[in-house]
T-cell receptor, first 114, second 113 residues
Framework: DAGITQSPRYKITETGRQVTLMCHQT?????MFWYRQDLGHGLRLIYY???????DKGEVPDGYVVSRSKTENFPLTLESATRSQTSVYFC?????????????FGPGTRLTVT | KNEVEQSPQNLTAQEGEFITINCSYS?????LHWLQQHPGGGIVSLFM???GKKKHGRLIATINIQEKHSSLHITASHPRDSAVYIC???????????????FGKGTHLIIQP
């Protein structure tokens, strides 16, 4: 399907386990972003990527790892999950070539760390 | 770091009422976005504006760059407008080279029939 997708949509994991959240977009957008959304906070940027093999930290990167070997995929890995990483995670992409910087969001992944 | 404040945090109104949601920010920006988050969680972009006013159907967004303030208005509100409305400002990412978004905490709007 065209667009931006995330998987899984829901995930429950235990403290200390490694978990990877997947993000896939079909538009060939250069920029991709990972955000977390928590009560009492706006969306906060975890990591972003300007292109394949180019990634950079956002506001709250600690405890997360990203990679981008292909333009269409931008996985987010929690190397050793903690309860504080219980959150809803959104992936987004944008095509800065058109100058709009409009971001298109995936449906989100609700992660619970027990 | 840009601070983005939205008001009110929560708003309950009756169907048909005129709704105003406000957004203020602390540092100059290149543009401001309004987004809508549906009860199911999906986030969609409503407006992007850097000056003046934009209108789409019953939604109107305005921005005053000098005052660092934007408003989102909904005319003839309807229960299907119930959602979280999020203001986001565009400014350079920490790594440079491109702009990113800083988000407000959102306004939770409920329109009662």
């Amino acid at each position: 399907d065209a667009g931006i997708t995330q998987s899984p949509r829901y995930k429950i994991t235990e403290t200390g386990r490694q978990v990877t959240l997947m993000c896939h977009q079909t538009w060939s957008h250069s920029y991709m972003f990972w955000y977390r959304q928590d009560l009492g906070h706006g969306l906060r940027l975890i990591y972003y990527s300007a292109a394949a093999d180019i990634t950079d930290k956002g506001e709250v990167p600690d405890g997360y790892v990203v990679s981008r070997s292909k333009t269409e995929n931008f996985p987010l890995t929690l190397e050793s999950a903690t309860r504080s990483q219980t959150s809803v995670y959104f992936c987004a992409s944008s095509d800065h070539r058109d100058g709009s910087y409009e971001q298109y969001f995936g449906p989100g992944t609700r992660l619970t760390v027990t | 770091k840009n601070e983005v404040e939205q008001s009110p945090q929560n708003l309950t109104a009756q169907e048909g009422e005129f709704i105003t949601i406000n957004c203020s920010y602390s540092v100059g920006i290149s543009a401001l976005h309004w987004l809508q988050q549906h009860p199911g969680g999906g986030i969609v972009s409503l407006f992007m504006l850097s000056s003046g006013k934009k209108k789409h159907g019953r939604l109107i967004a305005t921005i005053n760059i000098q005052e660092k303030h934007s408003s989102l208005h909904i005319t003839a509100s309807h229960p299907r407008d119930s959602a979280v409305y999020i203001c986001a400002v565009r400014s350079p990412l920490s790594g440079g080279g491109a702009d990113g978004l800083t988000f407000g905490k959102g306004t939770h709007l409920i329109i009662q029939p």
